[in-house]
């Protein structure tokens, strides 16, 4: 059976688990979401591209930003000045959760893929303001998408804005404990909220979970858009903590790094041999996608995809 | 010995105690505090007012306002919606606590004598907007303390409204939970860094500790300011958390309802007998005044003041 | 309407609250009991005493002993002593929390009213062994009560030792912490699940309560058993911690200190005035007498019983 | 360079790093190590083996008997049946941490890499009483290591049964909620103070590595010691958890499935091209060898090794 037939007969497979999922809710735009949608697109080292279901369709990217907003911040400051401000523990808790009590926050107590972390890394692009800073998010993810028309979904951020009070308290939790130093706090969440409202399709994320996968490099041309070390540095944190509380599961199940947005995107890497994007907006109780976690998983044991 | 020699006596054993402590620094307002001072004003049943040391000066009211804040709630609310919003369990955690992490906020885990209670309580008091909301506070602040000059410190309200970012923070998970409804957060913010920025002196304390001692009635006069119910309640929730954590320790070895406030005031309540209020700002790590507590402890042991 | 009519009149009306509660069943000794039980005995510093409903049933005392091994531990070793050794906050959590996960145990995390905590009461009572610690105990449970013939339930005894796994949880942690020095844990352990096991009734209760209402009196011989500085000790605990983490909405309701157990007792302390005993044991959730609360509740407002 | 030559320059590179560590002393056999050993053995898959230091040097494997407790109870039971026992999530706490306070402690909640995951791993492995099931796993150690001379360091074992209070707490919390079911605690946890005091030396680390890298093939003889699909899943859980709460770190350092223990050893498995055993006494705040930590970073850099 070739690659196409694979993947065709994988998602009516794993189609029926999205009746296990809901779509996101928390905002209306989201809830519009198509709770049956699945869709796949595979992006191969040999430059070869495969996909089924509803790999065309536009959706939010959501968390699936979280790696790019990393490399931006790597690409700006070099690892040590990253790494000393954002911690690369898994945090053992939901992704908005406020891991803080009774305690001092400190950068080690926080992860580029949970919210607080990742407005974090929000302070770290360079740029003389919120907008300056998530227009070279938007060029960058282009850019690594191979895509120049990806575009902010200008309704999902405005309700993003509207309705995010929990990121606005993560917010002001960083700015007390010197983690957003100079800058707006509001400033510093509205470049964040835009971020989450980048609307992509299944092959983008696979074409940039491509250059994750070949460590930097453009598929095709070869060229290089950032170091090795970055991938290295980004994938890593995928493995241990880009499927929200998932992921341990995942890396037993599926076994490569990957990031998933409640928007129903999941972004996998298979170093050096294939990005994936997959969408599937029917959510488990984690956030992840329900049927593209299956097909990942399906897909995985066929192909031995595990890195461990 | 009679009364004004008593507490002249024990204020001149108990000022070494204030060695021990440290003048709050978090705005500048409060640093410019001299660790030094020590006062203390009776009120008693018998219409007669003892007092010694710097009983005179002013002093921000800051978590003093808390017990008035609930008080105001009440009267306005009822017992009942006021009891349904606001929880009234010891939190077993500092006064500025996250109670929140993994798990949904209810109006269980607030409590009125820690920040985030005393926020959502500003949304409790009935006024227009947040400005009309704090003048009916302050007018029954100045009603209970029998002081019609007591007024805002316009220097602390401002300095309070530019750093307080954790109250900040824990107003928008108020907004996220639903526990300010309609509200604007910053407006719920600007009435509490206002409530909190009331200036007061010793015999401000005093008077209103007395009312609450008298379960609702004025000195001399007799006449009743609010419900003896909502004496008891406030009374309660003082004895179990009117001293930060340090709670228990202070009913164990003073034993009647009291609270305290960082800018170094502790407003103490014997029911039927007396209002007492202490001015001393140098605190201990639970914020409470180091020399105030003393104080107030050998007064209860020379004049048998323990409820318990 | 005098004292007897009103105890009758109440009892009855609380009565059908029990269908509100649960008998306590992780053991089957205490799923035995009987749901609809409600019984009340209050004993006045005039000597006189009333009594209504089931006050001749007998229970196992359970959490109402916390209270005894506290004032044991105080009578052998002092205030200061013991002060030093078990904390007097309240934790906020329940009654069988471990409070310790990232952070090394101190005494102050502990509370006297929760298992940890009265755990290490039994180390600090005089005794060559667990059990000659358990006869002191049991001889001063006796003398609280004016009752020689109250005696260990040997049939719960055995129960809570054999199922009492989560208590054997905490005298570990409590060893690794340091807070059991000498002694063998499964032998203080030992102590505390027979100190759980004295089997009372709501008159026992009752007279325990004046004891500690009298601050250290026996009824009638008005002999002292105590310092009355050990019974401000306790009662200010017990209006702080009595009733698990339902001690805040008690304090604001009934507004005295009191101790609750599974085994459906209250003991409340009306400082000066009265001892009561209730026994009733559908419980709520927090593991309080249902229908016992609302009979307090009811007294405390017909008789201004509140402290505060 | 050749590999030999590699592997010494680098020792004597991070040799200095000892320094900076700490021996453990919580039992006296540990603090009896030498804090500037530094030992490495690599064994890869073409057959060739290289080594430098003190790699012959015995040691107690501690925490690295985890992954070989998780691989006996999935060869004795399947991944299904040890899945729904033991979760696989990071816990983002310390190896010892008590991951349960106010609310009901679920397999979920667990994780096989930290102690309490481990010891009800040891009710999983199949045999009459805990000395058989220790004996088994012996057995799979050895065959792991190709080597059958290894064995029990007796003095360690006792030594960790006499002072392992906070793992007799822990056993007596999993016997609580349900998770050491027909077991006697006692013997639970004396089977897992056993497997926790097997002596081995750096060479055996590399066998074991070696087994998990070829996915469950013995070195030369390609004999099939277990299913690849365990591989997967203990190679997993390493990566995400194997470090304690210096695992991220390590990922983004490094970049392969690793275990660590106090003993100093650290056992690091390259998927497809080698096992790698350290040996290093001086451990960082964490719990890890500092100088081994340095000298696999850099090893992977070097070599390429990491799998991200």
Redesign the interface.
């Known amino acids: 059976m070739d690659m196409e037939e694979l993947l065709e007969q994988l998602l009516e497979e794993c189609r029926p688990y999205t009746q296990e999922g809901k779509v996101a809710t928390y905002i209306p735009e989201l809830a519009k979401g198509n709770r049956e949608d699945l869709g796949i697109y595979v992006l191969r080292s040999d430059g070869r591209h495969y996909q089924a279901g509803d790999y065309k369709k536009r959706f939010t990217i959501q968390s699936v930003v979280k790696p790019i907003l990393l490399l931006q911040a790597l690409m700006d400051n070099g690892k040590d000045f990253v790494?000393a401000r954002v911690?690369?523990?898994?945090?053992?808790?939901?992704f908005d959760?406020?891991?803080?009590?009774?305690q001092t926050l400190l950068s080690e107590h926080i992860?580029p893929m949970v919210n607080m972390g990742a407005i974090a890394m929000c302070t770290l692009i360079k740029g003389k303001n919120g907008e300056e800073r998530f227009q070279r998010l938007l060029e960058l993810t282009r850019a690594l998408a191979g895509d120049p028309e990806i575009a902010l979904d200008e309704a999902v951020y405005l309700s993003e804005k509207r309705t995010g009070?929990?990121n606005?308290?993560?917010?002001?939790?960083l700015?007390?404990y010197g983690m957003i130093e100079d800058d707006d706090?509001e400033e510093v969440l509205d470049c964040y909220f835009k971020a989450c409202s980048i609307s992509v399709n299944s092959k983008n994320l696979a074409n940039i979970g491509y250059v994750l996968a070949s460590r930097g490099k453009r598929p095709q041309t070869e060229e290089r858009i950032f170091p090795s070390a970055y991938?290295?540095?980004v994938?890593?944190?995928?493995?241990?903590?880009g499927m929200y509380?998932?992921?341990?599961?995942f890396?037993?199940k599926v076994?490569v790094?990957a990031k998933s947005g409640v928007g129903g995107g999941i972004m996998a890497v298979v170093?050096t041999r294939m990005g994936i994007g997959i969408f599937g907006p029917a959510l488990d109780g984690k956030g992840n996608s329900v049927a593209g976690i299956r097909l990942l998983e399906q897909l995985s044991q066929q192909m031995y995809l595990?890195?461990?």
């Open positions: 790494r911690g690369v523990e898994a945090t053992g808790k939901p959760a406020i891991n803080v009590t009774d992860n009070n929990k606005r308290a993560l917010g002001f939790l700015k007390t706090v991938a290295h540095y994938n890593a944190i995928l493995a241990t903590c509380d998932g992921s341990g599961d890396a037993v076994g790094p170093p595990s890195i461990f």
